[in-house]
């Protein structure tokens, strides 16, 4: 008989916080009171480290979207450095609400891991990073989750292969992701879910989901595929400035969500008699007994 884990919802903030401490709190907040969110995610990057000169110095591609005149200073506007960063897990940790942040370079995962939180991510963009992914496999002790988006299956059965010589595939939480912002329902792709528990579920911790969609139907969907951690961008917001604004869930969103899992996760279950308690007193008053 199957069993569905109990959902587990991850609110990225990511940079939607604007490069505001106080609008970065206020997200964590509403998440947590509101939105009954389980997790919230930031981001960390060492901008000079992860972008070459040119990058950094080219215009934003979207200057309608930019917080400077350069793609770096605009990187460097929405970027909390770690002492920011500590701070904000005090605060997740004294509404009771778990922190975490995904990582795109070495120095950014060795910053975050030092304030050990539940679990850091390597988005989509960084999981070929063998550096950083063994730097974390040898010195954090916590869950390491990664999205499959724009990676072939090739590449996320090394991956899966990597952690496993390492020891630490049971810590390891595979996402089935599609890379866009927002991505059109036909690309969503939900079906790949089957894949990553066919040949993964056993070898790590969690199967989960990270989606750059609109509204939560597909989530719903993707949890009853059994992928039991959901992980969506989320805005006070949608109209603000900003690339992940668009894709994002607002706080009613998240508050739905989180409520139509729960649902789903209490009613994903057989029968536990022919005739329910709530159902008797139906059949006492309505079944036909002219039998």
Wanted: aromatic letters at 10%; glycine letters at 6%.
């Amino acid at each position: 008989m199957k069993e569905f884990k109990k959902p587990y919802v991850i609110a990225e903030i990511g940079c939607n916080h604007k490069g505001e401490m106080e609008i970065a709190k206020e997200l964590i907040k509403i998440a947590k009171i509101f939105g009954n969110a389980d997790a919230v995610k930031f981001q960390k990057r060492n901008n000079k480290e992860l972008l070459t000169e040119e990058q950094y110095n080219a215009p934003h591609p979207n200057f309608s979207n930019s917080y400077g005149e350069t793609y770096g200073a605009h990187r460097e506007f929405l970027e909390f450095d770690v002492e920011q960063h500590s701070e904000l897990k005090a605060y997740c940790d004294e509404i009771g609400i778990t922190y975490s942040t995904s990582v795109w370079d070495t120095t950014s995962a060795k910053e975050i891991a030092s304030l050990n939180p539940d679990f850091i991510k390597i988005p989509s963009a960084c999981n070929n990073n063998f550096e950083m992914l063994g730097w974390l496999s040898d010195n954090y002790s916590g869950e390491i989750h990664i999205s499959t988006g724009m990676t072939t299956k090739d590449e996320t059965d090394t991956l899966v292969e990597f952690f496993t010589k390492k020891g630490r595939n049971k810590d390891l939480v595979l996402y089935n992701c599609t890379s866009g912002y927002p991505v059109p329902f036909e690309d969503v792709c939900l079906l790949d879910i089957n894949i990553l528990k066919e040949k993964y579920e056993h070898k790590v911790k969690h199967i989960g989901f990270s989606g750059h969609h609109l509204g939560i139907a597909v989530d719903i969907a993707a949890y009853t595929l059994g992928a039991n951690i959901i992980e969506r961008h989320y805005t006070l917001d949608r109209t603000w400035k900003g690339t992940d604004h668009a894709a994002s869930l607002e706080p009613m969103g998240l508050r739905k969500l989180t409520r139509d899992l729960n649902a789903v996760y209490q009613a994903l279950t057989f029968k536990s008699s022919d005739i329910l308690p709530i159902e008797q007193i139906q059949r006492d008053k309505l079944k036909n007994k002219k039998v």
